[in-house]
């Protein structure tokens, strides 16, 4: 005669013997594998939701002459609209070695080759993929914070932002700050660059190609509103916040 089996760990339906029965090794490791295909899956099945979600987006351009207020303008939006990050176009400038000289001996920063343009549009499209992961990654926004009809801004600024034409189409909203060439002039010696500016830099070179830049910027767009630099910071600031408010708020209208 057979011994009986012992029973009492054993699954219902399973013929094996013994405390380290096979069927139960079996279904934990697939609970296991299970358990690390959810955790794995998680980020990309968020991901696929923010970007089928109503997830709404607002790009907007501040560009203009140099010093005429960009960078100054762009942290102030930053600092009050939420869920806004800012890219700066003057973070891709290439290395000094490969940017040319000009036959006056001066270094061509101010044209669009002197810049990775490429590196900056992965950028933006990175942006606009998922912004919630976007600004995530940069810890610009809470781990956890809620993704549900939210509206993110970015901010691209850049004093050759709407001269390249892939990057114009992406604006909803274009500003282009401008000030007279001499409080220009005036601003540009009081900053320090690096590389510092070579004598008549500025008569010589970056102001005949603002002239010329801006030339090519209206023939790519109309759709540009021009700030005057001259006003009061505070003004200026405050003017522009508006319109993106109202432009925020239609927005978040819309169901
Ligand atoms: N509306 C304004 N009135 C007076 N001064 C201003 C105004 N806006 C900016 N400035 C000053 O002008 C200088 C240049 O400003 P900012 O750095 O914002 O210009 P920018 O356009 O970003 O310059 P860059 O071309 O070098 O990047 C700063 O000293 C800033 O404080
Ligand atoms: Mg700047």
Redesign the pocket.
Known sequence: MRPRAETSDREEGCTCVGKQCGCLLVKRELLLLFFCYFLITRDSRQQFCREHSQMKTLIVGVG???????????QFLHQKIHNSCIIAQ?TYFKDDCVVPVDSNGFKQYDTLDALHMEKMMKEVYCWRKDPHEFLRQRGLIAKNASTDDELYVLIV???LIFNHRPLNEMFDMRYF?EIPYDICKK??S??V?APPDPPNYFDGYVWPMYIQNRKEMEIITSEIVFLD?????DE?LAAVYEDIRQEIARLQGQS
């Open positions: 203009g002459v140099t010093n005429g207020g960009k960078s100054t303008l762009s003057d600024e850049g004093f700050l601003r540009r009081m900053r660059y630099g001259l006003k009061p910071k200026v």
